[in-house]
């Protein structure tokens, strides 16, 4: 299967840099011959109410998945010990699709031993949260449901880049 167009999923659009960072990572996927979609619209229709904005970009980043051939995802914490929802859901929108999915975080270690290590205000006692809840220990990097159906690795975009290589094109 060749891949030519990715969509570039991540917390990456709420940068205080987001159009600038958005610009190396679409040079960054062009030095390994794919073309990159961030999904960061600068021109974004005036004078829409904001719940009316908002379906305007949800709509706008579905077809962007839709026109690609696989999405890569910036998986790290963001704004906690979890990764971007939204994130998270354009994941499984495109996991749903039938498009390769590739995530990356920047540290090795399951997902309940980097909360240990990142986030270690939320914890309880003997494998619980602060309010008691159980942590996922399958000894994965994320939640099940994006380890399982994603190749994640460790690393940053260059490094899902080499991995989508290797697996889809090598």
Not at 34 to 39: I, L, Q, Y
Not at 54 to 82: K, M, S, T
Not at 86 to 112: H, Q
Request: aromatic share 8%.
């Amino acid at each position: 299967m060749t891949l030519h167009r990715l969509y570039l999923a991540g917390p990456d659009v709420f940068r205080p840099d987001a159009a600038a960072h958005g610009r190396r990572l679409v040079a960054l996927c062009a030095e390994h011959g794919f073309e990159g979609v961030f999904p960061l619209n600068a021109s974004l229709p005036q004078g829409l109410a904001p719940q009316a904005l908002a379906a305007h970009i949800y709509r706008a980043n579905i077809a962007h998945i839709e026109r690609c051939d696989a999405v890569l995802a910036n998986l790290e914490f963001f704004r906690g010990p979890e990764p971007d929802s939204g994130t998270c859901f354009e994941v499984g929108y495109a996991v749903a699709r039938g498009k390769p999915v590739i995530g990356y975080v920047p540290e090795e270690g399951s997902f309940a031993a980097r909360i240990r290590r990142r986030h270690p205000q939320v914890l309880g006692p003997a494998g619980k949260d602060a309010q008691g809840w159980e942590l996922e220990e399958f000894g994965l990097p994320l939640n099940l449901m994006l380890a399982v159906p994603c190749r994640i690795v460790v690393g940053d975009l260059r490094a899902a880049l080499a991995a989508l290589r290797d697996t889809h094109e090598g």
